[in-house]
């Protein structure tokens, strides 16, 4: 795709970001236009259609504004077509969803702006996307949706279950990477997970939830699930993952449930005879926070290639949290909790010019530590972390 026709795009977007609201109004006006006029496709969406339900919308404004990175897009796009067959998804719903938000976005732009030439650039740039969609989902072999039986269940904090599910066939999915789940608390409310350990022959596979205040499932799921529960996942997807035989040293730094992703790739590199030396700053909230540290102590004494630093925004505990005592203060192997925000606190370590750095956790903490790493001198081209959306 040209240079030109990108900046026609992005231009008619620029019109959609300056209006107050623009975003949000342009994803309410799209689900107007496509239930209107496809009525058919609304039986793939929630029920409840609020104002953060604008994932699809945001998907699509991503992969737009990536056009002119085919070697990072067309991977991704593939993934979530792949991934887009668990809700069933049609060639003809691409065209529906697709003419639906040009419509959506001529009505911001006006006539004047919308000339046959953006007409045409909007059809190209959303041709490319749905096409490697639809074939990368016609060409793939795995199942659209694995089912997987709650088998155990442990609430590390008051908020945070760590969740072990038996599938009823092994996923292949790279250490690193996530996937989409539905439990029967929530149907039609697709949500990613990270697992938390590596893919294993088995189908034995772990995520650790945090109930987020106000969201539909993650309460939902902290409230409800039990043990026989049937859970519902879909295709891999995420590029983060250590490539073998890489020489590269690296830099993880995962906030709460982030560090699921990290782990796994830690557990999988364990397996391996050599590793890149690898620094781990793993952070929370409250000390207590810090829910996983004896798993990380373990794999820092056993790979002396690994160096594992946690951080606390504060040294107390909430009032709720029982006992006094540092959690993971006594364990072997971690480096001295440290104090501080984390991307401060790792920013103050060192320009880190010669890590590939992955980030993970919150998208505010994942784009205020981005931020810092690059103002201490960090390439962002050796910066990775998944879509924030
Ligand atoms: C690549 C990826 C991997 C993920 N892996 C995990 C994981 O392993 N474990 C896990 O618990 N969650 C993970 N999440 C987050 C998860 O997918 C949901 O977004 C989260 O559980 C909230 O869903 P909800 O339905 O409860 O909230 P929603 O109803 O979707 O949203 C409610 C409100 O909460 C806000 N919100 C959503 N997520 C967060 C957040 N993380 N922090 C603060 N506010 C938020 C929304 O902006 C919205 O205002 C991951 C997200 C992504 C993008
Ligand atoms: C044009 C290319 C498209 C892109 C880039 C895209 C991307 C995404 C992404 C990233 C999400 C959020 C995560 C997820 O649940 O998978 C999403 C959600 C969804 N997509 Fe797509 N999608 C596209 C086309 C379609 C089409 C054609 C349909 C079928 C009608 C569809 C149906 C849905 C549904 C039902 C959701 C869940 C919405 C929600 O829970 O709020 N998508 N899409």
């Known amino acids: 795709m040209d240079s030109r026709t990108v900046a026609l795009i992005r231009t008619t977007f620029k019109a959609v970001a300056a209006e107050e609201g623009g975003p949000e109004k342009l994803a309410r006006s799209f689900y107007a236009i496509l239930f209107t006029?496809?009525?058919?496709?609304?039986d793939f969406f929630p029920a409840s259609m609020d104002a953060q339900r604008d994932r699809l919308v945001k998907a699509i404004v991503y992969t737009l504004d990536r056009l002119e990175e085919p070697d990072k897009l067309l991977p991704f796009l593939a993934q979530l077509?792949?991934?887009?067959r668990k809700y069933g998804v049609?060639?003809?719903?691409?065209?529906a969803v697709a003419t639906s938000?040009?419509?959506?976005?001529?009505?911001?732009?006006?006539?004047?702006?919308?000339?046959?030439?953006v007409d045409r650039a909007w059809d190209e740039g959303l041709t490319i996307i749905g096409d490697?969609?639809?074939?990368a989902a016609e060409k793939e072999m795995t199942p659209a949706v694995w089912h997987g039986t709650v088998v155990e269940r442990r609430d590390v904090l008051r908020n945070l279950a760590v969740i072990r599910l038996q599938l009823d066939q092994p996923m292949r999915y790279a250490a690193g990477q996530y996937l989409s789940v539905q439990v029967p608390a929530r149907p039609r409310m697709w949500r990613y997970l990270s697992p938390a350990v590596p893919a294993n022959a088995n189908g034995e596979i772990e995520f650790h939830v945090r109930g987020?205040?106000?969201?539909?499932?993650?309460?939902?799921?902290?409230?409800r699930t039990a043990v026989g529960e049937q859970w519902q996942l879909s295709s891999p997807l995420g590029g983060l993952g250590i490539p073998r035989n890489t020489k590269r040293k690296m830099l993880m730094i995962g906030c709460g449930t982030g560090i699921a992703p990290l782990r796994a790739q830690l557990m999988a590199m364990a397996q391996r005879r050599t590793n890149p030396r690898t620094h781990l700053f793993v952070g929370g909230h409250h000390?207590?926070?810090?829910?996983?540290?004896e798993t990380l102590s373990r794999l820092a004494v056993s790979n002396k290639w690994l160096t594992v630093t946690p951080v606390t925004e504060t040294d107390e505990n909430p009032w709720w949290y029982p006992g006094s005592g540092e959690p993971g203060a006594a364990l072997p192997g971690l480096e001295q909790r440290v104090t501080g925000q984390i991307g401060k606190v790792v920013a103050g370590f060192g320009p880190w010019s010669d890590r590939d750095v992955q980030i993970v956790g919150a998208p505010s903490m994942v784009q205020t530590t981005k931020f810092r790493l690059m103002a201490a001198g960090t390439q962002t081209k050796n910066i990775r972390h998944d879509p924030l959306f």
């Open 101 to 117: 938000l040009k419509s959506a976005v001529k009505v911001f732009a006006g006539t004047e702006m919308w000339t046959d030439e």
């Open 132 to 135: 490697t969609m639809i074939g």
């Open 81 to 84: 077509g792949r991934d887009h």
């Open 212 to 223: 987020v205040l106000g969201g539909w499932v993650s309460p939902a799921i902290i409230a």
């Open 287 to 293: 000390p207590c926070d810090l829910y996983d540290l």
């Open 37 to 42: 006029d496809y009525p058919q496709v609304r």
């Open 90 to 95: 049609q060639p003809a719903h691409y065209v």
